[in-house]
């Protein structure tokens, strides 16, 4: 079958729809040129005695003759396969063909006229007609064919019978002419059927022709696409390892010196250093994560997790920050809202983070609540964040979630940032297939909420509710806000009676069993409290909610209260407030942060920048740690050879022998003893290299700018006490 090009002209489209149709001519003739063969020697037979016996040889020897010729021209065509231009030609061999066979019918009726009875000649007649309307069929892809042929036979057979003269005899010539003219237009309605036929396929070819050069087209801009989001990833992940780099020195070296001895305006001039800097890292993770976004999107694990612990780990997150602005943060989760859901984590984490975090920025006094609710009849939960801040105007709202937005231009003045982290938080609830929105007036706070579609893991038991405090009253001494709301139902939700006791606002309340009190209150308000827990015959327990915001706690009032951490709400909180109730007053030295009293380590610190060598020596050392230091990962494999540590510090990217190399060839070694943990120092974002480590025998992630306290905890989890457990607890295994 022929096919037509895209992009013809129409001289050149009907020059292939005629060459097209000249190819069905050929083939139908092979089917045709045998049938009037029959007919042929019957009318040889009707007029073998009546006609000479040289004529009826002279017209079977014409009929087989022109069959012939039929056929060695089919046979050359089928052989030439000709182009679309000689197409005409072999069309007009065709036509002069089709008049040369027509002649023989022609002939056999001008004899059977002349020479035969009326039955013969009306047989001779019926048998003509029939020969050409047969010939319709097959000569109609091209009608001038069937033009010859049937002007061959009908023009000497119509005017014998006319030539006999009579009426009935020219009515039938007469006749005659008519049917050759009505199969003549015949044939032209059949070639136009054949020419639609043909138009409609070579439309189809040509839709599937465009279709596949779409196809081959979207293929490439994918390609491109997809050529083009590598380089971005590998463009991102390179610009971030090269700005986190020197960020790590400049932040860890800051707080090394803010941790030694600077008189004030050293320490605000240092202050200032680590504020800018945590500025600057701030912003770039923001643009890194939202191009990201933008570029490649991203990747959703489905994994089990308890919704209210990781409420409270953004909660812990924030508290450092949120003690320094005396502002308290409470955590609640409903009890309804299943212990174990399936869902990522460390996105929702991420998204949470961000939203305490602006709520800390932009709050100056008061306290922020973090809870979580159950969202709907679709088995989603909800998420909220309120604050005490400054709030935002209604006009202001809609555009919050706006790339690079900010409410007004004061905000960014006042605040800093570029407006990115709400439109990264809206990304990723999209992507997870949520909402997310806000309620805020100015001057009265915000509640920023998001839902998401979180489904409970079959089979996991279900959350412990209590009650445990049934009938117990437990006074709240806080200022008015989302924390002592929060806190009010949660003690609620375990039996209590809760009573409002007089805060910076004013009010009173009925005598409680034990009081739970801000540090961030007045030191009137303190002390008053204290007062009334010293008077009583039967001391009134006094529980302290205490971030160290303040400084340390007087002595007199530091040895007759019980403290419980910021922040507040998750279950070390109840355990603080059952302590509390049970035990009564007293400081309870194991709420108190622990001074780490294993003893030191060996550990080895392999990077290759001098700087991030430093920091990790001076942090490690100050410690108690006995520290080494290698500069490549082969140094490394030399020296985890020849000494045994307790913990390795592993930089990914180095000379020589990067660091997922060195792992895997440690891993490799025969030692002794227990497994020596590997943890992966990167400025690359862990999840991306998550896998990676993983299966190199990395067993956490430290992402720079390292964090002093964050290096130490990790220290701490995989010294010699987390060296003797089977498995790792890091963050590769945690998954988020």
């Known amino acids: ?241 090269e700005l986190r780099t020197p960020l790590n020195g400049i932040l860890g070296m800051t707080r090394l010196l803010l941790a030694g001895r600077l008189d004030a305006e050293q320490r605000a001039q240092a202050e200032t250093a680590r504020e800018s800097g945590e500025a600057l890292l701030g912003l770039i993770d923001d643009l890194l994560d939202f191009s990201r976004l933008e570029g490649e999107g991203a990747r959703f694990e489905q994994v089990a997790f308890d919704p209210a612990d990781l409420a409270h780990s953004a909660a812990v997150i924030a508290t450092p920050r949120a003690n320094a602005k005396r502002l308290t943060i409470a955590v609640y989760c409903v009890p309804d809202v299943p212990a174990r859901v399936l869902g990522d984590p460390g996105r929702i984490r991420q998204i949470l983070i961000e939203l305490v975090g602006n709520a800390v920025k932009f709050t100056e006094r008061g306290s922020i609540g973090i809870s979580v609710e159950r969202g709907g009849t679709n088995g989603s ?31 960014r003045r006042e605040y800093g940032g570029v407006g990115l982290g709400l439109a990264i938080c809206r990304r990723l609830v999209e992507l997870m297939g949520g909402e997310i929105g806000l309620e805020s007036r100015p001057g009265q706070g915000s509640s920023f909420w998001f839902r998401l579609p979180l489904p409970g893991v079959p089979g996991a038991s279900a959350r412990e509710i209590g009650p445990r405090l049934g009938g117990r009253r437990i006074g709240l001494c806080f200022s008015a806000g989302p924390a002592r709301a929060l806190l009010a139902r949660q003690l609620a939700d375990l039996g209590a009676e809760t009573i409002l006791l007089p805060g910076p606002e004013g009010g009173a309340g009925a005598p409680p069993e034990l009081t739970i009190a801000d540090e961030v209150l007045s030191p009137d308000m303190l002390e008053r409290l204290f007062s009334a827990a010293s008077r009583a015959v039967a001391p009134e327990p006094l529980l302290l909610a205490y971030g160290s915001a303040g400084g340390p706690l007087p002595e007199e009032i530091a040895g007759k209260v019980r403290l419980v951490r910021k922040p507040l709400g998750g279950p070390g909180f109840v355990r603080a407030v059952l302590a509390a109730l049970d035990s009564g007053a007293g400081r309870d030295e194991r709420i108190l942060p622990e001074k780490g009293e294993d003893e030191p380590l060996r550990i080895l ?100 700018p390292i964090n002093a306290e964050e290096l130490l905890r990790v220290v701490a989890r995989h010294g010699r006490k987390g060296a003797h457990m089977s498995g790792s607890t890091g963050l590769l295994d945690r998954q988020d």
């Open 1 to 241: 079958m022929s096919t037509a090009p895209q992009g013809l002209s129409e001289a050149d489209r009907e020059e292939r729809v005629r060459a097209e149709l000249v190819a069905i001519l050929f083939r139908l003739s092979g089917a045709t040129r045998y049938f009037p063969l029959a007919p042929l020697l019957a009318l040889i037979f009707v007029y073998w005695d009546i006609v000479p016996h040289w004529q009826l040889f002279g017209l079977l020897a014409w009929y087989l003759g022109g069959t012939a010729c039929f056929n060695l021209l089919r046979y050359a065509y089928e052989r030439r396969r000709p182009p679309v231009a000689e197409a005409r030609r072999w069309a007009q061999s065709y036509v002069l063909l089709s008049f040369v066979t027509g002649g023989v019918w022609g002939a056999v009726g001008w004899i059977g006229i002349f020479a035969g009875n009326t039955q013969q000649q009306l047989l001779t007649a019926i048998v003509v007609s029939a020969i050409a309307t047969a010939a319709v069929v097959g000569r109609s892809p091209y009608p001038p064919a069937f033009i010859s042929f049937v002007a061959a036979l009908a023009l000497p057979t119509c005017a014998a019978f006319l030539l006999q003269g009579g009426t009935t005899w020219t009515a039938t010539g007469i006749s005659g002419v008519v049917m050759a003219l009505a199969l003549i237009l015949w044939s032209y309605t059949l070639n136009r059927t054949h020419r639609e036929t043909v138009e409609l396929r070579f439309a189809n070819t040509e839709l599937i022709a465009s279709l596949e050069a779409a196809r081959r087209a979207a293929d490439a801009a994918r390609d491109a696409a997809e050529a083009g989001n590598r380089a971005k990833s590998e463009f991102l992940a390179t610009i971030s390892h």
């Open 381 to 411: 939960l909800a998420f909220r964040v309120s604050d005490t801040g400054i709030g935002i105007a209604e006009p202001q709202q809609a555009r919050l979630f706006d790339r690079f937005a900010q409410a007004d231009a004061s905000i």
């Open 605 to 704: 610190v392999v990077d290759d920048v001098p700087a991030n060598q430093r920091l990790a020596r001076a942090v490690l050392r100050l410690a108690g740690h006995e520290v080494d230091v290698a500069e490549n990962g082969d140094q490394a494999v030399l020296a985890a050879r020849s000494a045994r540590y307790d913990v390795i510090l592993m930089d990914l990217e180095m000379p020589v022998t990067d660091g997922l190399t060195a792992a895997a060839a440690i891993r490799e070694l025969p030692m002794a003893g227990p497994r020596v943990p590997i943890v992966a120092m990167t400025a690359h974002p862990p999840r991306e290299y998550a896998d990676k480590a993983r299966a190199a025998g990395m067993d956490d992630f430290l992402s720079k």
